[in-house]
């Protein structure tokens, strides 16, 4: 990879920016006939919704449940979101995915379209809010017990292990065999580059026997598509349980705010909530094919910021710590887009970090709960491009799917699994050199 290439992870698509907005910018690259789409994307993005009925019929139909009423609420400035930071602060960044294990032939039809079965009360996702007149499912608590890693020159860091407890469930109790799954708000930059990525190029990284023995057997989760009613692989989402963008987007529409969408129409309320299936809608489908189109739209061009520092001796002797520890085997350094419906993001040579498939990242990270062929062991690669800027974007810094670590070092602690030997290289270095390999993924 040129010099060039390495400070512009995201090709001709890269911004410099490294200030509050840098996750909030349209493809350098974008034709400027393309900026009026991305401006009403984002007004749909950035803008809250509301209850039905309105005199804004374009942005009514909230709820009855749902999670937040604007999708920035929880990708902080199209960043990431955070757990909850304080006993008594709402999870509105974080969600909590429900589920139950399949008993039954029926629950195989389920399985294949939903990829869970949901928890039979509440769904497959927990809904912290409400409109007025109907009662929120429940609300979120984490709790954290803290756990000490002694490294090898003897420094010791301090790990929390989080505990997810729901509290004031209003709809009865909970099945007594549900799995609960934390996940925070991932950041939005860079995602129509990687729908862009051939689906050839990801079978190629994948190796589910360890045929090459490297202990890397990183997966393609295999996901329904509702749009071409066919199973295909996922790219999106923690567990890669999205096959697109747009299904990805509709399916937060559904789930987070309790809009219907042409993918998901039926109101999310569950059998015995009988006020939520009585409220008012805002019309079928709540949010037009025309909205869906222009939010994802949106959302599949919003740039990569620039590096920063990548040519400081520091940073590369940080990159060299890195393939060292083989962080790359997953965290794929380079990689080439291919076909696109953006001409501009075609043929782009971009550095994301990711492979986009499933590992096993141990016993530490499980959350126990499968999604479609991701177990409970396993995790989507999630892409380190702007990884540095997080503070500086979302005003927090929380990483991993529940925001459990603090800072990048904890992150690296916590892998296990098939990256568990990659881990204790970091374990075995010196304070210097972690120092160092920090300060280089601080520069992506």
């Not at 990431?80 to 032939?105: I, K, Q, T, W, Y």
């Not at 689906?199 to 990284?205: A, G, H, M, V």
């Not at 991993?400 to 800072?407: C, F």
């Amino acid at each position: 990879m040129s010099m060039a290439q390495a400070n512009t992870g995201g090709g001709d698509t890269t911004v410099s920016a490294a200030h509050q907005q840098a996750f909030s910018l349209p493809a350098a690259n974008m034709p400027m006939a393309e900026r009026l789409n991305f401006s009403v994307g984002n007004s749909f993005f950035r803008n809250p919704w509301v209850t039905a009925p309105a005199s804004t019929t374009a942005r009514d139909g909230l709820g009855p449940l749902f999670n937040t009423n604007g999708c920035q609420n929880c990708h902080i400035r199209d960043g990431r979101g955070h757990p909850p930071e304080f006993d008594g602060d709402n999870a509105v960044s974080m969600l909590v995915r429900l589920s139950v294990p399949a008993e039954s032939e029926e629950d195989k039809a389920t399985l294949k379209r939903l990829g869970v079965i949901p928890e039979p009360r509440y769904g497959d996702q927990l809904q912290d809010f409400a409109i007025p007149g109907t009662k929120p499912e429940g609300k979120v608590a984490i709790h954290y017990d803290t756990l000490n890693r002694r490294l090898a020159d003897g420094t010791e860091v301090e790990l929390r292990q989080p505990t997810v407890e729901i509290t004031e469930l209003n709809y009865g109790p909970l099945a007594d065999d549900v799995r609960l799954s934390a996940r925070i708000a991932p950041p939005m930059i860079g995602l129509g580059l990687l729908a862009a990525i051939p689906e050839q190029t990801l079978r190629s990284y994948a190796d589910p026997e360890d045929k090459d023995a490297d202990g890397i057997s990183g997966r393609l989760n295999r996901v329904w598509s509702a749009e071409l009613q066919k199973t295909v692989i996922g790219r999106f989402g923690w567990k890669a349980g999205q096959p697109s963008l747009r299904q990805q987007n509709a399916a937060a529409f559904h789930g987070d705010m309790g809009l219907t969408t042409s993918l998901f129409s039926d109101i999310p309320c569950g059998p015995t909530q009988t006020t939520c299936r009585a409220a008012p809608d805002g019309g079928e489908p709540e949010v037009s094919d025309n909205i869906l189109d222009k939010v994802t739209f949106y959302t599949a061009n919003l740039a990569v910021p620039a590096r920063r520092n990548a040519d400081d001796s520091n940073v590369k002797a940080g990159q060299r710590l890195f393939r060292h520890a083989g962080c790359q085997s997953c965290h794929i350094e380079k990689v080439s887009t291919g076909s696109s419906p953006h001409p501009w993001l075609r043929e782009q040579v971009i550095s994301p970090y990711t492979d986009l498939l499933l590992h096993d990242m141990g016993e530490g990270l499980a959350d126990h709960r499968s999604e479609f062929l991701a177990s409970g062991r396993e995790w989507r690669t999630p892409p380190l491009w702007g990884i540095g800027l997080t503070d500086t974007v979302s005003g927090n810094a929380y990483y991993l799917h529940d925001g459990r670590a603090r800072t990048l070092l904890e992150a690296i602690l916590w892998h296990g699994g098939e990256a568990e030997q990659s881990r204790i290289k970091v374990e075995a270095m010196t304070q210097k050199e972690r120092d160092t390999l920090v300060a280089f993924l601080k520069s992506l």
